[in-house]
């Protein structure tokens, strides 16, 4: 289209015809004008740049939370695995016990739990005579 009164001009027209600078030419000029400024303050990083780096860090910070989160979480289905290997040794242990096959150092405590089955056992005979009346 070549301008003329109720045309419309092409942008690429547009710039042609103007003294506005392409907008590659500005964006090449805002650069260097951002790359002066930063060398006329001494170097001074540059409000984007510091914004940038509290984003990287923040960004290793919650990564690293994430990994230590996930670390915490397997040492605790770890310790619940263990758990459940030491309640399956004692029981085996307390049924050794019951046939007959003593293990001194744990004696003690066999016979304590001996003394709480009995409790316990009384005390479900005092709930079924409660239920029974």
């Known amino acids: 289209m070549n301008g003329a009164c109720g045309e419309h001009l092409t942008r690429s027209e547009?710039?042609?015809n103007s003294s506005d600078p392409a907008p590659q030419d500005r964006a090449v000029a805002k650069s260097h004008?951002?790359?002066?400024?930063r060398v006329?303050?001494?170097?001074?990083?540059?409000?984007?740049?510091?914004?940038?780096?509290?984003?990287d860090k923040a960004k290793d910070e919650v990564g690293?939370?994430?990994?230590?989160?996930?670390?915490?979480?397997?040492?605790?289905?770890?310790?619940?695995?263990?758990n459940v290997l030491f309640q399956q040794i004692g029981q085996q242990v307390c049924s050794?016990?019951?046939?007959?096959?003593?293990?001194a150092e744990v004696?003690?405590?066999?016979?304590?739990?001996?003394?709480?089955?009995?409790?316990?056992?009384?005390?479900h005979e005092q709930i079924a005579r409660l239920a029974a009346a």
Not at 48 to 55: I, N, Y
Not at 65 to 80: Q, R, W, Y
Not at 96 to 103: D, E, F, M
């Open 14 to 16: 547009a710039y042609a």
């Open 33 to 37: 004008i951002f790359a002066a400024i």
């Open 40 to 55: 006329a303050s001494g170097g001074a990083v540059s409000l984007l740049d510091k914004m940038k780096e509290s984003f």
């Open 64 to 82: 690293e939370f994430a990994e230590a989160t996930m670390l915490k979480h397997d040492i605790s289905k770890l310790n619940d695995r263990k």
């Open 96 to 103: 050794l016990h019951s046939k007959g096959q003593v293990i």
């Open 107 to 123: 004696d003690a405590q066999y016979r304590e739990i001996q003394t709480l089955d009995e409790q316990i056992k009384a005390k």
